[in-house]
């Protein structure tokens, strides 16, 4: 007899289950929400990857363009969404996470647009799951956040600032863009250091070093990515440095944000 698999939201359509999961390690539930796009031609092609035990990757929910929802591996399992990554000193982002993604082809498909519907129906689902499990505004994260070396998705046109808007995640308004780069490639300097801190204080998984290097470059990239999309070059400018600043100052952090500026 067959074991009928109950979604674990009333927003989906169908369970469609996946066999690359496994128990949650040390985490009793998941404490952040992780979005991704699907990075694929076709949203049948990403099903099939997800749903297939030769691909070991996987996610509990994939949102389609017409806003119908498929659930794959329920909540309270570890999906294989996240891979290798960093938030707030936190490594296994799988088993401290819930993974949605979102059909879209992403960069290497031209970035379109993502459909309406399709942001509605993620905005539900994003609230339902937050509600439920009781996940801080500030823990809904880009896989690019938790992976900037290697990740870009949703990417920078995914609308950050809508979901914000309806109640998902944490968001400021981007400062103008102003000015000039801050800082030339593997500059060196207490200024370095300071925004990496202010980084890393936000969540971001950035060696503090004093140089501006390579991976520093990368996380400001998936910063701006999610929080300053108008121009994403990894360059930390007056624009980058008071967005984040700002976030910081939202989150009402307990470091003061005065002992971290530049210059």
């Known amino acids: 007899m067959t074991t ?19 128990e949650r390690r040390g985490y009793g539930q998941p404490n952040c929400l992780i979005l991704h796009y699907t990075g694929m031609p076709t949203g049948e092609a990403a099903l099939k990857a997800l749903t297939d035990p030769v691909s070991e990757v996987s996610a509990h929910y994939l949102v389609w363009e017409d806003g119908s929802i498929d659930q794959l591996v329920a909540e309270r399992s570890r999906a294989w969404h996240a891979g290798r990554g960093s ?14 993604e979102i059909v ?20 539900a689902l994003a609230r339902d799951i937050c509600a439920r499990w ?50 030339a490639h593997e500059e ?15 969540g971001y998984g950035v060696e503090i070093t004093g140089i ?7 996380v400001v990239m998936a910063f701006q990515r999610h929080f300053r999309p108008e121009r994403v070059d990894g360059d930390m400018d007056a624009s980058t440095a008071a967005t984040l600043k700002a976030l910081i100052d939202g989150l009402g952090a307990a470091v003061e944000t005065s002992t971290l500026r530049l210059g």
Not at 4 to 22: E, I, K, Q, T
Not at 156 to 164: D, K
Not at 188 to 202: H, I, K, T
């Open 104 to 123: 879209n082809p992403g960069h290497e498909g031209g970035s379109p647009p993502f459909p309406d519907r399709q942001i509605e129906a993620t905005i």
């Open 212 to 218: 501006y290097d390579r991976q520093t470059r990368q």
């Open 87 to 100: 938030w707030k000193g936190e490594s296994d982002l799988n088993s401290a996470s819930i993974g949605i």
């Open 134 to 183: 009781a996940i801080a505004p500030e823990r809904v994260l880009a896989h690019s956040d938790i992976a900037p070396a290697r990740k870009r998705d949703p990417g920078e046109a995914f609308p950050w600032a809508t979901l914000w808007r309806n109640g998902v995640g944490h968001w400021t308004e981007p400062a103008p863009l102003i000015g000039s780069p801050l800082f």
């Open 188 to 202: 060196e300097g207490p200024s370095v250091r300071a925004v990496q801190a202010m980084l890393a204080l936000y």
């Open 4 to 22: 009928r698999l109950c979604p674990d939201s009333p927003l989906v359509a169908r369970f469609a289950p996946s066999p690359n999961y496994g």
